[in-house]
């Protein structure tokens, strides 16, 4: 009987062994999934704040094309109007230039003699009163009608005119 005791105290003791091996790696197995889902948990935690900071990071680069192109868009319109501005002084600069402070002296001979006014009687005239100056450009149109000369640019009046003149006025132009 003891040799029977002994062994049932042995198998006991083994069975305790074993039961606290089992126990141990049953805790070893827990402790490594606890850490691995820890690990996880961490990944996915650095995964979510990367995917936040990108999802700033692309916010925050829409923003400055956004400001940006208002930047560009605010500096072409100042170029602009910078430029009128620019046009204008210079065209009253221009002005300034063109509007002349002394009056200019003549030429002693003047250049073209047909602008000179001749004395010209007309006798057409109701209100005659004697002799008149009129231009030799005058001169030579009351001359044509008498002439029957034509225009050297009839053929372009004609054209601007077209078919709406009068008689009268049609025999002036041919």
């Not at 070893?28 to 820890?38: L, R, W, Y």
Request: aromatic share 6%.
């Amino acid at each position: 009987m003891e040799k029977i005791e002994e062994v049932l105290i042995d198998k006991y003791r083994n069975a305790e062994e074993i039961r606290k091996l089992r126990g141990d790696y049953k805790k070893k197995i827990m402790s490594d999934k606890i850490k691995e889902q820890t690990k996880e948990l961490k990944s996915l935690r650095k995964i979510a704040e990367l995917e936040m900071e990108k999802k700033l990071a692309w916010k925050f680069k829409e923003g400055r094309k956004v400001i940006n192109d208002q930047k560009k868009i605010m500096d072409k319109k100042i170029k602009t109007e910078m430029l009128k501005i620019k046009i204008r002084i210079d065209l009253v600069k221009q002005e300034k230039k063109i509007i002349r402070k002394e009056i200019p002296q003549g030429p002693k001979i003047h250049p073209l003699p047909y602008l000179k006014k001749n004395n010209i009687v007309f006798s057409d005239d109701e209100d005659f009163d004697g002799i008149e100056e009129v231009p030799v450009r005058k001169k030579f149109l009351y001359s044509r009608d008498v002439n029957a000369t034509p225009l050297p640019r009839r053929n372009i009046m004609m054209k601007k005119m077209g078919k709406n003149l009068s008689p009268s006025s049609k025999s002036y132009f041919y």
